[in-house]
């Protein structure tokens, strides 16, 4: 019997990363963890400044989120992380090996448009210049899937479930 997959919703700033994540956790019956919950506070506060992280900021939250996903292995969740780069992922799955990736895209304007208009979140606009210049796509060697973020969040959740359900699975 196959194991379920531990999955990183990933993409830049904005594209529902907080909103997807939880739903898809849901439709695949798996626990569900905020990527943002593991940054320290000083990550928090230097974002909210409208400063971006350097990787130096980003190794302990990264190795936080991997400690997250080797635990879930075998057991199946889903955690929210931005992973713009291709060595962000490679650190996450130096934690948890089997992590798969559901990178969420879409058009610039959409997702200036959504973070715009949502409330209570520490990421400034001016930020996501700064996430699309950092943003490395999956190389084709990374196990994972592309969701464009164009529609409902219940049409988005159901497409990468749909995407999901086409992985190998993974007995790590």
């Known amino acids: ?7 990183v919703v990933m993409g830049v700033a904005g594209t ?8 898809l956790a849901a439709r695949l019956g798996v626990p569900y963890a905020e990527g943002d ?8 506060a230097k974002m909210s400044a409208g400063t971006p992280l350097d990787d130096d900021d980003r190794w302990p939250w990264l190795d936080a989120i991997g400690a997250w996903a ?3 292995a075998g057991l199946g969740g889903v955690v929210s992380c931005s992973a713009l780069k291709r060595s962000y992922r490679d650190r996450l799955r130096a934690e948890a090996p089997g992590v798969v990736f559901v990178h969420l895209t879409g058009d610039r ?3 200036e448009d959504r973070m715009t208009h949502r409330q209570g979140h520490f990421m400034p606009t001016a930020l996501l210049d ?3 210049a950092t943003l490395q796509s999956l190389g084709a060697d990374e196990a994972g899937v592309a969701v464009d973020v164009a529609g409902s969040p219940e049409e988005i959740t159901e497409r990468a479930a749909k995407a999901l359900d086409e ?3 993974s007995d790590s």
């Open 70 to 72: 080797h635990e879930r």
């Open 1 to 7: 019997m196959s194991t379920p997959h531990v999955v």
């Open 16 to 23: 529902g990363k907080t909103t997807i994540g939880p739903l």
């Open 109 to 111: 304007a959409l997702i």
């Open 130 to 132: 700064s996430q699309f």
């Open 37 to 44: 919950d593991f940054h320290p506070q000083a990550n928090i």
């Open 167 to 169: 992985l190998p699975r």
